[in-house]
């Protein structure tokens, strides 16, 4: 564990070097995930005839870059990655090394947040000079149980990438069920459609479902609708779900990797 | 306490099978067959410290397979494996930390990063400090000849500088047991020489152990005085690399070229032209040169062993 602290600032480091060499590529993949931009677009012309889910205009922005802010945030592309490299068998050589191979991906996907900033900062702007009235909890309270929630929201997207790419080792592949999730995870995590909007019976399913607690909770701390005191409570629900989806994504990858055969390599 | 110590090792796979065609595509939508492959059977190996052997079969002979499972890659179907007195198949850091395997065909280099990143993150992930690290880096950038490409993107060097690059990565935390696999495919004449003195030097300033898979027999006869050869995933030879050859390969190349053209062969030697040529038994050489000798009219006497691709076809019945 403390060999594992002592590397990580050079995981960092050359994992931000990877980032920069495929910087077009990292842009592109940046890009695919505002389809926030979009839904506030629509979400906007629906709150001209009145506030929906609670939000007029300036909330419905407010919500929508908070989505936005989160998507990139808490994004990573384990799945692609482990289920590309368990294929392959470009797995061996991470493998082989002293360090579990997804200390290193995490490194990786870390190493992407600051050019992710870079690249979010002029997607905000104009939505900013379109409302300006649009407003977000920035006071140092709220900041920091954002930032506590975003930490969660990172860890329960990548324990649940962790558990969706180890199928990858009994199915050969595994990117048809992760989409199968992700179709789900788009309804119900907030990311396309604040909770609030949905049928009842949808509001219901979603608060008891995994998928907000990668995208909906954060978004909603950072746009202010979760009070300080309601704060606790969501991020117990949180770390539920990161232990429940590290445990799964745990066993399945310990139990994976016996199977494991390096075809290919 | 043995470097390498395996016992019973045996790897069974499971494997689809498929008919060609759209009917068989169809079928095997509800109905999958699979195949049980035996990979490697029943192996035993030991390997003392700094004993360097060559690891020689057929293709699919389960070669690439035992080195995966020596190193901890893949789990054993039966068997038990000690690395240094580890257990390998539990991968334990401890153990890493200590070897490599480095396959001909993989690269573990950053591919749009220059080979000096791979490097500094084996640094890191090995825990190596750094002026140890600088020591290791420069002896491995001198030794193969790396100074001009490290800080160039692995995926603008050649196969070679590549295959060079991946043994100094592989190289970087100083592994005591090195599982080479195939270190000098597909790389020119030049450069195997290159690899093969370098992986020399290396074992001997080392002490380091190493087991190495190569089609180029020249690289196991370079390095290695014993070799283990499987075949089918069974093993088929374990001794000296003379003695194989011995074995399997006990006769000379015999050439002979003389100021007229022989009149009748002698004994196996037939003519050819100026020369008598064939192969000899060892033992019955000398007796047969002096023969020719006392002729009084030889220009040139060649006398060759066999390549020991010879004996391993032997040894395979053909198949090598």
Known sequence: MLRALRAYPALLRIGFAAVVAYRAELVVWILTASMPLIMLGVFDRVADAGPVAGLDHAGVAGYFVAVLIVRQLASTWLVWELNQQIRTGALSAALLRPLHPLVWHSAETLATVPLRVVVLAPLLLPIWLWRPELQLALDPASLLVFTASVVLAWGVNFAVHTAFASLAFWLGQSMGLFQVWFGVWVLFSGYAIPLGAMPEWAQLFAEWAPFRAIIGIPADVLSGRVTLAHAPQLLAVQALWLCAFAALGGALWRRGVRRYEGQGA | ?320
């Open chain 2, 1 to 320: 306490m043995n470097a390498i110590s395996a016992r019973g090792l045996t790897k069974t796979y499971r494997s689809p099978r498929k008919a060609q065609g759209l009917l068989a595509s169809l079928r095997s939508l509800w109905h999958r067959e699979h195949t049980v492959i035996t990979a490697v059977s029943e192996l035993d190996l030991e390997l003392a410290p700094g004993e360097t052997v060559g690891f020689l079969g057929p293709n699919g002979a389960g070669k690439t397979t035992t080195l995966k499972m020596l190193a901890g890659l893949i789990e054993p179907t039966a068997g038990t494996v000690r690395v240094l007195g580890y257990d390998s198949t539990q991968r334990p850091p401890e153990l890493l930390r200590r070897l490599t395997l480095v396959m001909g065909n993989k690269q573990q280099l950053l591919w749009d990063l220059p080979p000096s990143e791979t490097f500094e993150l084996n640094r890191a992930l090995y825990d190596v400090d750094r002026a140890r690290f600088a020591r290791i880096r420069d002896e491995l950038v001198d030794l193969l000849a790396l100074g001009s490409v490290i800080d160039r993107p692995a995926r603008n060097l050649s196969l070679g500088e590549r295959m060079k690059c991946e043994l100094a990565a592989g190289l970087i935390h100083e592994p005591e047991v090195l599982f080479l696999d195939e270190p000098t495919i597909g790389l020119d004449v030049s450069m195997q020489v290159a690899v093969r003195q370098f992986i020399a030097d290396w074992s001997r300033r080392h002490g380091a152990t190493v087991l190495l898979t190569s089609h180029y027999m020249d690289d196991i006869a370079a390095l290695c005085s014993r070799v283990v050869v499987i075949d089918g995933g069974r093993l088929r030879y374990d001794g000296a690399l003379t003695a194989l050859a011995e074995r399997y390969a006990p006769e000379r190349a015999v050439r002979i070229r003389l100021a007229r053209p022989p009149v009748e062969p002698v004994g196996p030697l037939a003519v050819v032209g100026q020369e008598l040529v064939g192969q000899v038994p060892a033992a019955a050489v000398p007796e047969l040169l002096a023969r020719v000798m006392a002729t009084g009219e030889v220009l040139e006497v060649s006398v060759e062993p066999q390549p020991l691709e010879d004996a391993l076809r032997r040894l395979f019945g053909g198949a090598a």
